[in-house]
């Protein structure tokens, strides 16, 4: 009984070659019926042609689609430039409420204190939410990237039942 396995090198057809149809699990074709060498590889591209356009999907076409980290480049913080701006504006208020009582220099200093915490807690936030706003579309792109493989793995799965019964109906085991 002779074998016919798939593998990684393909499958020469006179002048075409059959790359690898189902690398990731080993498929191994075994004839029933004595059929010949060139019988087994005319049968089995029949069956591939057969079993591509029952499944739309051509193994030996599709993109390797490989798991990995999505990385993002976080958001310009809008709120940048808050801290000074509020140490500013804060310096400003406290002068005129500081003039009032001819403690100019005063009003200025705690004014400025304040409106920087108050501008630093401002652009901290601001950060934040880019930060959020880029992991937020890194989770996005990585789920596509996952409905993307799951879309392909049912396509090579209904390729695979297209082929195996195609080689089965002629004949053949295919484990």
Sequence with gaps: MSILKISLSGIVIGVFTLPCVY??????V????QQSAE????????????????????????????????????GENKSSGA?????IAGAVVGAVIG????????????????GTVVGAAVEQEGKEKAREEAREQARSKAQEHEERIAAQNRQRAEYRRALTSCLEGRNYTVR
């Design 99 to 114: 003039s009032r009582g001819n403690d100019t220099a005063e009003g200025v200093a705690i004014g400025g204190m304040v």
């Design 83 to 87: 801290t000074a701006k509020g140490a």
């Design 39 to 74: 019988q087994q590889a005319e049968d089995r591209y029949d069956c591939h042609q057969w079993a591509v356009a029952q499944s739309n999907f051509d193994p030996s076409k599709a993109l390797v689609i490989v798991k990995k980290p999505v990385r993002l480049k976080v």
């Design 23 to 28: 690398a990731q699990e080993k498929l191994f």
């Design 30 to 33: 075994y004839p029933n019926i």
